[in-house]
């Protein structure tokens, strides 16, 4: 079954630093790749999808994601961290079948120290 | 341009009751997915309405129907609500003709607390 992990459920950085968050999926086959974020009380913001073909995607708010076939990765980073960017963070695939679910990570909850 | 709305935002019900949750959708979009998000959780799939009629389903038991409208909205259901059911329901619309790669827009979700 298709499946997606995301190592580490708390990740804390400072205010500036680089921002790693990590995402591996189950599939021999690379499925659909999102990852999206949500605020405090809020709903699922799209911030990048993986785009076949490429291996760099870059999304919103300054977050770009690699795609490592090889690895079966989609890891999420940013260059310098703001304290706006506190929030949780999840990675979700869909099956390149008919399916149209989305199977999210257990998401990651970022914290910005300043 | 609104995006996907939901109502209510917050709900409270005892165990054994029934609850019904709407959401309208992105304007221009179709197809409606309702998820379900228990705390400290990523969202479960709960089932996809596409032209009127439940296209896929989850891992969720029979209490949890839904309905999709002419106009697109949607309501999931749920009866004979359970502690358990307690979480963050979330819709989400998307356009079919977009694509499997298509995303989906999140509405803000409604926190439903069973007591």
């Known amino acids: 079954a298709q499946s997606v992990t995301q190592l580490g459920s708390h990740v804390s950085v400072s205010e500036g630093a680089l921002v790693l968050l990590r995402c591996n999926y189950s599939?021999?086959?690379?499925?659909?790749l999102f990852w999206y974020v949500q605020y405090p009380n809020q709903g699922l913001q799209l911030l990048l999808k993986y785009t076949t073909g490429a291996t760099l995607v870059k999304g919103i708010n300054g977050f770009e994601a690699e795609f490592k076939k090889s690895e079966t990765s989609f890891h999420l980073t940013k260059p310098s961290a703001h304290m706006s960017d506190a929030a949780e963070y999840f990675c979700a695939v869909r099956r390149m079948d008919s399916s149209y679910k989305l199977i999210f990570g257990s998401g990651t909850r970022l914290l910005v120290r300043p | 341009d609104a995006g996907v709305t939901q109502s209510p935002t917050h709900l409270i019900k005892t165990r054994g009751q029934q609850v019904t949750l709407r959401c309208s959708p992105k304007?221009?979009?179709?197809?409606v997915s309702w998820y379900q998000q228990a705390l400290g959780q990523g969202p479960q799939f709960i089932f996809q309405y596409y032209e009127e009629e439940e296209r896929q389903r989850g891992n969720f038991p029979d209490r949890f129907s839904g309905h999709q409208f002419p106009n697109y909205s949607s309501e999931l259901n749920v009866n004979a609500l359970l502690l358990g059911d307690s979480a963050l329901y979330l819709c989400?619309?998307?356009?079919?003709?977009?694509?499997?790669?298509?995303?989906?827009?999140f509405g803000n979700g409604t926190r439903l607390t069973v007591t």
């Open positions: 304007s221009g979009h179709d197809t």
């Open positions: 599939s021999s086959v690379p499925p659909y």
């Open positions: 989400a619309s998307s356009v079919t003709g977009g694509g499997p790669n298509s995303p989906l827009h």
